[in-house]
């Protein structure tokens, strides 16, 4: 079993930066795709940023430019550092990775979400 464990979130003002992590534990063999979701109450979860395996993000158009993914393979880690913060920012943040384990089964995880306020 894979479990992940978010940190970093809190309330933050407009124009402000948080930095996001993520951390598996478990039984993990290899990570392929790791990223971030948020959910604002009412609406559907939406994807943020993702990055694959070898490193290459991708991220949605409202953050372009202000939100950055990065990951640590070595510690089955994924981080998302988010500046010039907005209002409309604000929602529960989801990480989530797609690992592998030891039988080469794959599992799509999810954290447990860390909430992000963006305000004055």
């Not at 939406?46 to 953050?63: F, K, Q, R, W």
Request: glycine share 12%.
């Amino acid at each position: 079993q894979v479990q992940l464990v978010e940190s970093g979130g809190g309330l933050v003002q407009p124009g402000g930066s948080l930095r996001l992590a993520c951390t598996a534990s478990g039984n993990i063999a290899s990570i392929i795709g790791m990223g971030w979701n948020r959910q604002v109450p009412g609406q559907q979860r939406e994807l943020v940023a993702a990055i694959t395996a070898d490193g290459t993000p991708n991220y949605a158009e409202s953050v372009k430019g202000r939100f950055s993914i990065s990951r640590d393979n070595a510690k089955n880690e994924v981080y998302l550092q988010m500046n010039g913060l907005k209002p409309e920012d604000t929602g529960d943040y989801y990480c989530y990775m797609s690992v592998r384990d030891p039988m080469y089964r794959l599992h799509e995880v999810w954290g447990q979400g860390v909430l992000v306020t963006v305000s004055s």
